[in-house]
């Protein structure tokens, strides 16, 4: 719409962060209630509001929905209403520094849902929380090891132990091997370095990746 013709990207638009994990929820069936607590800044409001919506589709009760701004250091009121409510499922949508702040205040006053889940997951929420206090706790990651993706998944395992590069630790090197098998494939499908050629290639792929399937 606003003529951007140059701009491709290789992870989803925000609102579906989680939406795999949502049907994951409905075809297990158990969870019946969510509480929502969501940063008040762009990326976590986006995916956030993605997840409420996704939710309602497949039929969990929100129970509490609570936005807090980004200089909250004491999560008492909100938890206070989530221990309240008794949800199934604790969902925060934020980044990592106040993700383990409320994760380490939640644990401290008790909160024992089914299930925490945060948006950003991985080694810096585990450090900061202990690995004992993240144990079980789900959410979001671009690739792990054991999932089945595309055809160049052992190129980018041989590379994760060339460089000693753990995904856990920087999640970030799964979204440019993306970018890697998009930029080889538009390349050998427009067969020139010619940038209306090259981009004409990249609107016409549709290539399954180590993650899965991207076209643009």
Do not use: C
């Amino acid at each position: 719409r606003r003529n951007f013709k140059w701009l491709v990207g290789v992870i989803d638009d925000g609102p579906k962060w989680s939406h795999h994990y949502f049907d994951m929820l409905k075809a297990e069936g158990k969870a019946k209630t969510i509480a929502f607590v969501i940063e008040d800044t762009p990326h976590p409001k986006e995916v956030g509001s993605g997840s409420i919506s996704k939710v309602k589709e497949i039929g969990l009760k929100v129970v509490v929905e609570e936005f807090f701004p980004v200089a909250t250091q004491d999560f008492t009121p909100i938890l206070a209403k989530i221990r309240a409510a008794a949800p199934d499922i604790v969902y925060v949508a934020a980044f990592v520094p106040r993700a383990a702040t409320f994760h380490k205040q939640a644990l401290e006053q008790g909160l024992n849902p089914r299930q925490f889940h945060y948006i950003h997951h991985g080694a810096a929420f585990r450090e900061a929380v202990g690995a004992k206090n993240a144990n079980l706790v789900t959410g979001e990651n671009y690739w792990m090891p054991g999932v089945k993706g595309g055809p160049n998944v052992a190129e980018f395992e041989e590379l994760l132990k060339k460089t000693g590069i753990k995904v856990e630790d920087f999640p970030w090197a799964s979204i440019h091997f993306f970018g890697f098998e998009a930029l080889r494939a538009g390349l050998e499908k427009a067969g020139t370095l010619e940038p209306e050629k090259v981009r004409a290639a990249l609107r016409e792929l549709d290539i399954q990746t180590i993650s899965g399937r991207l076209r643009f």
